[in-house]
């Protein structure tokens, strides 16, 4: 069983930065792209950063710019840098397998709360 553990959210003022790691375990990690996705408040989850299993990135286009997903599949794991963030950022992070595949369990995510 896979389980997936996010991490690293937390309160920062318009424009900071935050790194988030999701670290996965119970699986071959290496084998598979990862995305991570956001919820806010009211809205459906939505994802913003995916990475293939040979470091290919792509971005939703509100987050291009600002934001890097990186992996290290050593360490099971892969990051979201987030920086210049901004109050729309706000909401629970996941992380996942791409939507094109099935999901894994789904973590408790971690919460980022961008406000001044």
């Known amino acids: 069983q896979v389980q997936l553990v996010e991490s690293g959210g937390g309160l920062v003022q318009p424009g900071g930065s935050l790194r988030l790691s999701c670290a996965a375990s119970?699986?071959?990690?290496?084998?598979?792209?990862m995305a991570w996705y956001r919820q806010a408040p009211g809205k459906q989850r939505q994802k913003v950063a995916e990475?293939?299993?040979?470091?290919?990135?792509h971005y939703a286009d509100s987050v291009k710019g600002r934001f890097t997903i990186s992996r290290d599949n050593a360490q099971n794991t892969v990051y979201l840098q987030m920086n210049s963030l901004q109050p729309e950022d706000t909401a629970v992070y996941y992380c996942?397998?791409?939507?094109?595949?099935?999901?894994?369990?789904w973590g408790q995510g971690t919460q980022v709360t961008v406000s001044s």
């Open positions: 996942n397998r791409p939507p094109t595949m099935p999901p894994f369990d």
């Open positions: 119970g699986t071959v990690f290496s084998l598979y792209p």
């Open positions: 990475i293939s299993s040979s470091g290919s990135t």
